[in-house]
């Protein structure tokens, strides 16, 4: 079931890690000396983070001293030139997905740190080239590389690293909630909006990511959910971080509300698109999920249509594409703007602009091009 990727010939059957085993069995080799772990994991959801409270957890087990970096996709330079000064560690990377272009990046620093006694793990859940596939597993020192779309990363975690671990099932799940998007679990979508406002805080303020989610991540590793979130009451333990909930979804629920007035729409080969911008402080997820639900679409007392296929545009000029009806392909969508994704849910890139409407007119042209992002 699961994809596997390893140097080594995995025995059938054992799902976790075998890593114990290999420091008995090969005496004198580099990994003896490991003591310490390095988590590097995606700072940008609840699935990096709950992934790297597993990682933590983890280390916890086997008595290493754990180390975070929490990174997002354009900051990988700065996070793996880092790891080259690291000497007898465990790395261990989750959430990240690799092509080409930035496997070159990790390609030179890990290589480094494995020269100096490393090792390397690496679990994720993204789509990988086959060529940044071949450079981590060509990596010394018996790389781990595990890649499974079905999952979310903190799941492939939990099921590698802690298959027994209550606190890590759980927290899996959560990620998974949120990663999929199922929204069933109050404290998923709860966790969700304290990683945004974490983020958009530290962004905003020019601060460390990392630093600013280290407290989060703490009590999710030392006590789970349970850590962080009230479930009786539905409430944050921490009381500043519940008012900043808060006062987070009113804000949002406002500028959503606002940017929906400014849509454009138009129909292409008899599909309604509609064109939205993204207010700055809500994430495309957000703008997607509140715009394809017929309930949130009313403006001036008039109800909207909900449009087949929804493009959220940000100020930066990146593109988040939804479906309001399964006649649509998102990702074959994204493809217009050279972008992807999945069916349901995708990305791509137009550009800066400075004129909506102008920018708005480009995209409709851009598909009316081309059929192939509706279901024939
Ligand atoms: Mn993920």
């Known amino acids: ?24 069995s090969e005496p004198k080799s580099t990994k003896d000396r490991i003591a310490s772990l390095l988590s590097i994991s995606h700072d940008k959801d609840v699935d990096g983070i709950a992934s790297s409270a597993i990682v933590w ?50 390609q030179t620093g890990l290589s480094r740190a494995i020269q100096q006694g490393c090792r390397v793990v690496w679990l994720d859940h993204h789509q990988w ?21 079905n ?16 606190i890590c099932e759980e927290l899996a799940s959560i990620a998974h909630d949120t990663d999929f998007n199922l929204r069933q679990i109050d404290a998923a979508i709860a966790l969700t909006d304290a990683v945004s406002i974490s983020r958009f805080n530290s962004i905003a303020r020019k601060e460390d990511v990392t630093e600013a989610l280290l407290p989060l991540l703490k009590s999710l590793a030392e006590d789970g959910i ?55 402080g809500v994430t495309t997820t957000d703008i997607g999920t509140y715009l394809t639900d ?35 392909l998102c990702d074959a969508a994204a493809k217009l703007f050279s972008g992807g994704g999945h069916v349901y849910a995708a990305g791509g890139e137009y550009g800066l602009y400075d004129d909506f409407e102008a920018a708005c007119d480009d995209i409709f042209l851009m598909l009316s091009k081309s059929q192939d992002w509706i279901v024939n």
């Open 1 to 24: 079931m699961f994809f596997l990727v390893q140097q080594r010939k995995k025995k059938k059957g054992s799902f976790g890690l075998k890593y114990e085993c290999a420091m008995t």
């Open 57 to 106: 957890r983890y280390a916890k087990s086997k008595t290493l001293e754990y180390d975070v970096e929490l990174t997002d996709y354009g900051s990988f330079e700065q996070v793996f030139s880092s790891v080259s000064s690291r000497r007898n560690t465990l790395i261990v990377i989750t959430d990240l997905g690799m092509d080409e272009t930035t496997v070159e990046l990790a």
């Open 129 to 149: 080239s086959p060529r940044a596939v071949k450079s981590i597993l060509s990596l010394g020192n018996k790389p781990i590389l595990r890649i499974n779309h």
């Open 151 to 166: 999952y979310c990363a903190a799941e492939i975690a939990y099921k590698v690293l802690m298959p027994r671990d209550k």
């Open 226 to 280: 349970a850590g962080v979130w009230n479930d009786s009451t539905k409430r944050f333990r921490n009381e500043l971080l519940d008012r900043q909930v808060h006062q987070y979804r009113k804000e949002r629920l406002k500028r959503m509300r606002k940017a929906l007035s400014g849509h454009c729409d138009q129909r292409i080969h008899g599909k309604l698109v509609r064109v939205v911008e993204i207010p700055s």
């Open 294 to 328: 017929a309930e949130n679409l009313q403006i001036q007392g008039q109800n909207l249509e909900v449009a087949d296929l929804l493009i959220t545009i940000s100020q930066g000029g990146l593109l988040g594409i939804r479906r309001g009806s399964n006649s649509i």
